[in-house]
Each structure stands twice: as C-alpha cells, then as structure tokens.
C-alpha cells in the first residue's frame, strides 16, 4: 500500500512521502493556529513546514516540483506563512498595535524584493550561458570571466525565501512576551538580509563579468574550426538517458585517423559524455548549427535516427552515414529513415541481408560492412569458467515505446530467470546489469525492475552468512580490504581529473577550460582500467551482485561472466563476440523455430520459454564447454553478424571513413567545377534535322 502511495505521489521513498503529508499538513495547522490563536502550535506547525518544504527541495521531489503547476509553487507557500502571520498578530489582539502595521509593511517588502532578486538571477544566468558547449576546444579568442560564487546563485530562490525566518522567529517572541523589539529586529533583518543579498548580485551584471555575446562566441568556434580543420565527425542527439549511445563511439572517434569532431545538439548530453581526447562541440541552437561553417567535413556519423539529424543532413559537402549504436534484429535496425543517409554501415553479412529482407528503400550498393569496433575490448571464451564457481549475466533490454511482450523478458519471465539462476543445482554467481531505460516507460516492468533487485540482494545476503564460502571469504578479506581502498583512491583521482570536484564552475567556465590534454585522457584511460580490476576483487567471487549506472560497462561485466541471459538487442550480437554460451527469451512465445528465423542473433543461442526452464541447458554448456552442442554454431553466427577477425573492425571503420570522404571530396570539386565552367551552350533547334553520330551506327564504325 506504501509503494502504491508513493508511486501515486510520485515520490521516490518512503520519507519523501512522509514529508509530503506532513508539508500538506502543516498549512492548515498554521492556519488554524492563527486563528484560534495559539503562538507555540504557530510555531511548531510552522517549523514543519519549513523542514518538509525544505527536504523535499534538497531532495528533488518530483512532487514538490508539480506544485507550481496548481498555483502552490515556493513563493507562494512562503507567501502564505507570512500571510498568516500577519492573521495571528491580529488575533492575539494586536490588531491595532504599531507590531501589526510594521508586520504588514515588512511582509510586503519582503515579497516585493523577490521580483528583483528573481530577475537578476535570472539574467546572470542566462548571460553565463554560451551559444555552444565545448570540450578540448581553445577558445581563448574570447574572454570568459570566472561565474559568480556558487553559494550566490546555488538554490538562489530558496535562500532568498528563508530569510523570512528571523521576522517569524521576531514577531512570535513579540506575541510571546509583548515586547515589539524582537519583533522590529526580526522584520527589519529579514528585509535588509534580502537587500543584501541583491547588492552581493549587482556586481556580476558589470558586462566584464558576463560572457561575450553569442555572436562573438560563435565566430570564436567559427575561427578555431577554420584551424582545426575537421574531416570526419559523430553528429548526436537524444535525451540525457540515451548518452550511452554515444558514448560507445568515442573510443573509436580517437582511434580514426584525420582530426575528428563530435558535434552534440543537447547540453545534458554533453554533461553525460564520458572522457574523450576528441574535440566536442554541442551546439543546441539549430540556427546557430547551420550557421558555422562545416564546409571542411568530409564525412559525418551518425548514431541515431532523431529528428534533428535533418539539420545536418541538409548540409551537401559532406557525405552522411548511418552507423547506429548496436547490431540487432529490432525494427529499429531497419527503419526506413535510413535511406536519407549516403551510405549505412553495418557489423557484418547479417546487416546487409537484414536490410534486404525489410525491403525499406536501402540500396545494397549503400551499405557497408565495417565491423563492431567497440568490441575490441569483449574477452573471448578461455574454455574453462573464470572462477570456481560460473557466473551468469542477465542483461535484459528494457520495455520499449509500446507494449509488445517481445520487447523485454522483464515482464513475464525476468524473475523466473533469476529464480532459476540463483536456486540452480550447482551454484552460480549472478550479475544483474539491466538496460538504462528500464522502467522509465513502464510502472509494471519498473516494479519488477525492483523485485529482482530484492531477489538478488537477498541472495546476496544469505550467501554472505553461508558457512560453505566463509573459508573463501576469510582468505580473500585483506585483498578485499586493499582493493576497496584501491577504489577510493582512484575514484578520487578520476573525479579530480574529470573536474566533479570543483562544483563551483559553471557551463561557461568548464568551456572555457577543457583544452585538450592527451596525458589526462591517457591517464583517466589507465586509471578507468584499474578501477575496473579493483571493482571486481573487492567482493568476492561467488557474491551476486546488481550492477547499475555506468561503470562497470557492459562489456567489463561480458568480460568477468561465463555465460548471458539477455533479449532480442544489440547486447546479444556484442556478446556473441565473446564466443561464451548465451541465451534468449522467447517471451512473445513464437517457437523455437520461428523465433529463429526472425531473429538471426538467436540462432546459436539457448532459446528460453517465459518459465525458463531451459536454463538448465546453458548451464550444462557451462559447466563443460567440450559437450557444449551450440559452440561451432556460434563461432560461425559471429562471422555473419560482426564480420571478419582479420583485418581489425578499426581498420575496417577507418577504411570505410577514408574512402568516403575521398568521394565526398571528388564530388565537391565535380561541383566546383561545374560552377567554373562558362554557361553552357544553348540548345539545339529542334526543328532542324539532326545528324547521326558515329555512336549511334549499328556497326559501331
């Protein structure tokens, strides 16, 4: 009952809640205190009004957010308590008292302050933010000013509000004691507190302390591009969940020869990019995009089929691919939009066939194989199990836009598979490591997103206590120990090289300092794989574990399993590179067979019924890889979907680049000129008779 009242209230705890209900209530309290009048039940009310009001703001309540929306925003709730304050002093037979009036003139300052205060926060703001986000890019042909302190502009609205605590504290002494001084002294702090607060802002509307405006930022990019020269960029947009789909490129963007670019369109995007020696330029503004001059580019990537790739397609220089962000047998991998693309890149053999069968307008001769760089780093098969005991990832993909139950195996056989898994003959490790986008569509595969959490944790717990691993765990609890110390103090370092630990700087400022530095990205590089080692020694070996967030990445946790439960996605394609046995859900329950043929990835794989009972198979295929029926079926699978080992899928991407942006540039200079040439001749007369040419004679003379 609990979870549905805060799934309704859309909060995300339990305490969350309670805070809720206590903010709901403590209004009416404080109005029935003022009316009665009774000064502590005033007080105390109050004083839960604030503490709630204030908890759910540190907290980022969705709830508290809506209120605005039906007229009960943060301004108005104060507006409100100060309101009836003013009903209180009147009630405690004040009314007529010199306390009242000044009470009253008070609050209306007070509240009139906030327009001005609101105002200059706002324009501070909005003229710190640049047209562009950038990273690794010199923009020191313009100046941009340190942002004013954090505390000034941090939560502004709220600071401003909560200095009309000394005036209740004041007055509700005065109506305690009868003695107008505290009240005098409590109104009279709040309001010059207030105005202090405004004078600490007017000094960073000075125009040396704001940015320069967008078009001397723009033509500053304009001017550093014209000297990098770019020749091949990855063109993204998407919302902020959708950063990892970009984020898979970046290693292969530093590995292509040229000077690469990657040109985002949304600023939360650019906040979740991951670490890259890569120019980044994200340009939110669709005019300001088709404004810089990109004219250099010869061939542009992209990784998403969204409505703003329009702004750069339109762009005729530069020659336009579609590389996508995974290798699967989803409707996504074939949308017809891909057609509008120069050329479409896929992993392997399976791509091109996958596009002639879908029959959506992708020409044959468009389409490329170039190989899934990004999987260089998946470990193939050693032929024995890493640990003593095998460890199994489930990586289900999430609900998707609508309710088709072959989407994900969340919903009908998601806690059959962990039940099995985790209650197996022979033990198993679990790793639980579902899709970033589960849930966030879905209430029924949110809930049980959160039931196989508790599934596994409780696993967790009981094996934690279990005498048959206490042997185990005390020898491993100084590796343990060092590795967890390991952790912090790399992840220190890297929150120190990734800048998180200075959060005083604004957008402008990280702009204006992120300068491309190889022996930084070199070392976060190092650093990223060493915390990835210390990650998985710092528990043990037969521990399950649920994985979420980012790190450790998917291909970490192909790395540390010996077998994978997943669906219909691009996960299953980049694992068979591993060569390890795998298995997929049927959960829309077409049959083995037919499940086969629609969807070219499972054809090696153990196909699981929503009851996942032939999970028993898979982990035979584990427990002894030489009686494992589906390992040649995989290895041959592997060439048809990702291609061939030899040469490497980076030197075929990078191939693949230089040959189309040798095309792009011949059909650029053919353009050129063409344009050169005088104007051509006029047409022939119609009229007159035409001579046969010798090309036309049937002999060919």
């Avoid at 004040?94 to 209306?108: H, Q």
């Avoid at 007055?171 to 107008?180: C, F, P, Y």
């Avoid at 970046?250 to 670019?261: A, F, I, S, Y």
């Avoid at 029924?444 to 009981?462: G, N």
Wanted: net charge neutral.
């Amino acid at each position: 009952m609990i979870s549905t009242a805060i799934r309704l209230a859309r909060v995300g705890s339990g305490s969350e809640l309670a805070a809720a209900l206590l903010l709901g209530l403590s209004f009416p309290c404080v109005m029935l205190a003022a009316i009665i009048p009774d000064v502590w039940f005033f007080a105390a009310a109050a004083a839960v009004s604030y503490l709630a009001d204030t908890y759910l703001h540190q907290r980022g309540s969705y709830l508290v957010n809506r209120l605005a929306k039906v007229r009960a925003g943060l301004s108005i709730r104060f507006l409100i308590r100060q309101m009836l304050l003013v009903l209180l002093v009147a009630r405690s037979g004040l009314g007529e008292d010199r306390i009242f009036y000044v009470t009253v003139v008070a609050v209306l300052m007070f509240y009139g302050l906030q327009a001005p205060h609101g105002a200059i926060v706002t324009l501070l703001r909005l003229r710190r933010r640049l047209p562009v986000v950038t990273r690794n890019i010199d923009l020191g042909a313009i100046r941009i000013p340190n942002a004013p302190p954090r505390w000034l502009l941090s939560r502004s609205a709220e600071k401003m509000l909560h200095l009309d605590i000394f005036a209740m504290v004041g007055v509700i002494i005065t109506l305690q004691t009868r003695d107008n001084l505290y009240g005098f002294a409590g109104l009279g702090l709040s309001v010059l507190l207030a105005v202090g607060y405004i004078v600490a802002l007017l000094p960073y509307l000075r125009p040396s302390r704001l940015v320069p405006n967008a078009e001397k930022v723009l033509k500053a990019v304009d001017g550093w591009l014209a000297d990098y020269r770019p020749t091949v960029m990855l063109y993204f947009s998407g919302s902020k969940e959708s950063a990892y789909q970009v984020n898979m490129w970046l290693e292969t963007m530093g590995q292509l020869d040229g000077r690469p670019l990657i040109v985002l369109r949304e600023r939360a995007i650019a906040q979740q990019l991951g670490p890259t020696a890569v120019p980044v330029l994200c340009v939110p503004g669709g005019v300001h995009l088709m404004n810089l001059d990109l004219s250099m580019v010869r061939v542009a990537l992209y990784a998403a089929n969204v409505g703003k790739n329009i702004h750069m397609l339109r762009v005729p220089t530069m020659k336009h691919v579609f590389i996508g962000h995974g290798d699967s047998d989803k409707l996504a991998s074939v949308n017809p939009f891909s057609k509008a693309y120069d050329e479409v890149w896929t992993a392997g053999r399976a791509g091109r066939d996958r596009y002639a069968l879908a029959d959506v307008g992708v020409r044959d001769e468009d389409i490329v194989e170039v190989g899934r760089p990004q999987l260089a780093p998946i470990e193939s098969a050693s032929g024995s199990t890493k640990n003593p005991i095998p460890t199994v990832l489930y990586a289900p993909t999430w609900e998707g836009w609508d309710d088709s139950p072959g989407n994900t195996s969340l919903l009908l056989a998601g806690e059959n598979i962990v039940k099995r898994l985790l209650k197996a003959e022979r033990p198993v490790r679990v790793l639980y490591k579902p899709h970033p986008f589960t849930g966030t569509r879905s209430a029924k595969a949110k809930a049980v997103h959160e039931r196989i959490i508790a599934l596994v944790e409780k696993a967790a717990a009981e094996r934690a206590t279990d005498a048959r691993w206490a042997q185990d765990a005390a020898g491993l609890r100084e590796e343990q120990s060092a590795a967890r110390t390991e952790l912090a103090r790399i992840g220190a370092r890297l929150t120190e090289l990734s800048g998180g630990a200075d959060a005083s700087r604004d957008e402008a400022e990280e702009s204006r300092d992120s300068k491309a530095d190889p022996a930084r990205q070199a070392e976060l590089t190092r650093l990223r794989r060493e915390w990835n080692g210390a990650y998985w020694r710092s528990f043990g070996w037969w521990e399950h574990r649920v994985i979420s967030g980012s790190e450790p990445a998917l291909y970490d946790c192909f790395n540390e399993s010996d077998a994978m439960v997943s669906d219909i996605s691009s996960v299953v394609s980049d694992y068979i590179a591993s060569g390890k046995p795998y298995a997929v859900t049927d959960s829309a329950e077409l049959g083995a067979e037919e499940f086969k043929r629609q969807n070219t990835a499972v054809r090696a794989a153990v196909i699981l019924s929503n009851s996942a009972k032939e999970l028993d198979q898979l982990l035979a295929a584990v427990a002894d890889p030489s009686a494992d029926p589906l390992a040649e079926a995989r290895h041959e699978l592997k060439r048809y979907l990702l291609g061939p080992d030899e040469p490497t899928s980076i030197e075929q991407f990078d191939a693949a680049t230089r040959a189309l942006a040798a095309k792009s540039l011949a059909r650029n200079v053919g353009v050129e000129q063409r344009l050169s040439e005088p104007e051509a001749a006029p047409a022939p007369d119609d009229s007159a008779p035409s001579q046969p040419r010798a090309e036309d004679s049937p002999v060919g003379g």
